[in-house]
């Protein structure tokens, strides 16, 4: 009941920006964890790999992520480009605003026993 309006209401503040979910959380990743691998994004956004990388594909011909040199040449490093830096600190401007008129009203107490609770659900489920 929570999920899907959140992610339309999201959607449409990433429309923005030209942007959708996927294509943000990965933006989010490369800016809060740095350059990654393909097979470490689909982990984190518990998907395969292949639909990694079509996003991936997509961003990188906007311009927004790039391929870094790794030791291994099998393995595809990418992190944000300098017009991805731009474009994220852009979008978390709005990402923030959107957060703050989602969580108005909820104690900062609260908001961390929410975020506590959801963590041991994920555990659960991941068992």
């Known amino acids: 009941m929570l999920y899907r ?7 449409i ?4 920006h030209q942007l959708y ?9 490369f800016a809060t964890i740095g350059p990654t691998t393909l ?25 927004y992520v790039e391929h870094i040199p790794g030791k291994d040449k099998r393995e595809k490093r990418m992190q944000l480009s300098e017009l991805g830096r731009h474009v994220y600190n852009d979008v978390r401007v709005t990402i923030d605003r959107f957060e703050q008129e989602s969580l ?3 104690s900062e107490d609260e908001q961390n026993e929410a975020i ?4 041991e659900i994920q555990k659960n489920i991941a068992r």
């Not at 984190?44 to 594909?57: A, C, D, F, H, L």
């Open 13 to 16: 503040h990433l429309a923005e």
């Open 116 to 119: 506590r609770i959801m963590g």
């Open 21 to 29: 979910r996927a294509q943000w959380s990965i933006l989010y990743y």
């Open 39 to 63: 097979v470490e994004l689909s982990h984190y956004m518990s998907v395969e790999k292949p639909t990694v990388t079509r996003t991936i594909n997509r961003l990188e011909e906007l311009g």
């Open 5 to 11: 309006p959140f992610e339309n209401r999201l959607n």
């Open 104 to 106: 108005k009203g909820i």
